[in-house]
């Protein structure tokens, strides 16, 4: 059965806190892209007729710059918690590489791409 992607942003938890208790986990809110965003991107991520993803830094920070909202419990090296800036390059200069990475590849997944490649 068909189903339509969320318009809200939802929450998603890094894969290094999964383990942590619930008040200690680091939270992302991430909106699905859209048709517009989406289409544009895949020239960047899409292989040859969309067989195979190939994600560049440069198009993760696309896709987390349209679909990433906010945070709660993002800590710096001190402890200290991270406030969310009007900036988004600001924010996304917060978040390591690799979960910038992590993060884009979460909205791909949202947006049923992971499950179209399974099925072709």
């Not at 068909?2 to 939270?27: H, M, N, Q």
């Not at 990475?101 to 979460?106: D, K, Q, R, S, W």
């Amino acid at each position: 059965m068909a189903r339509a992607l969320s318009l809200d942003p939802e929450p998603y938890v890094p894969k290094a806190d999964e383990s942590l208790p619930e008040a200690e986990r680091t939270t992302f809110y991430m909106k699905n892209l859209s048709h517009q965003k989406w289409g544009a991107l895949m020239r960047d991520i899409g292989g040859k007729d969309g067989d195979s993803i190939n994600l560049a830094g440069t198009a993760a920070s696309e896709i987390l710059k349209t679909s990433l909202t906010g945070w709660d419990n993002f800590l710096d090296g001190w402890g200290n918690p991270i406030a969310w800036e009007k900036s988004i390059d600001a924010n996304l200069n917060r978040i390591p590489a690799g979960l910038r990475m992590e993060l884009a590849l979460e909205v791909i997944n949202r947006n049923g791409v992971s499950e179209a490649l399974e099925k072709n």
